[in-house]
């Protein structure tokens, strides 16, 4: 099953914490790997706060950011995913840019794999309970 990964699993590919572990089952898994291409900025924004304030070097940060593109199979424009986006964002009152990776979810009939405690919280007992997995 095509699983929608978001920044907040995809950092922990590359980042050391308690969520690496399950976060490299996933990205072994076989399965094919997609997000909206703002995980792209989200996990560029990762890096370079963890090359600003956790001593990670500058070159691993820039090619945390090249590694990480090569490890989805698929990153849908946001063009395309922005009127579910701002719907779910507004029915869930929740930030837009989680609400990308639920609109991708949705129209391909799969979930979200997320580290984020806010956004499960905020699926929980909604018709979007069903689309997010966490990590």
């Given at each position: ?23 490299q ?41 090249l590694?990480?593109?090569?490890e989805?199979?698929?990153?849908v ?47 929980a ?11």
């Amino acid at each position: 099953m095509t699983l929608v990964v978001d920044a907040s699993v995809a950092f922990h590919w590359f980042f050391e914490s308690d969520k690496s572990a399950p976060a490299q089952t996933i990205l072994s898994s076989g399965e094919p790997l997609i997000a909206p291409d703002l995980v792209m900025a989200e996990i560029a924004s990762a890096a370079w706060k963890a090359s600003m304030f956790s001593n990670v070097p500058p070159s691993a940060a820039q090619t945390i950011v090249l590694e990480a593109q090569r490890e989805f199979d698929e990153l849908v424009p946001c063009l395309t995913l922005k009127d579910g986006a701002i719907a779910l964002a507004l029915e869930l009152r929740h930030s837009v840019y989680d609400c990308f990776y639920l609109a991708l979810a949705e129209r391909r009939q799969t979930h979200v794999v997320t580290a984020d405690q806010r956004l499960i919280r905020r699926c929980a007992g909604t018709r979007f309970s069903n689309l997010v997995r966490p990590l």
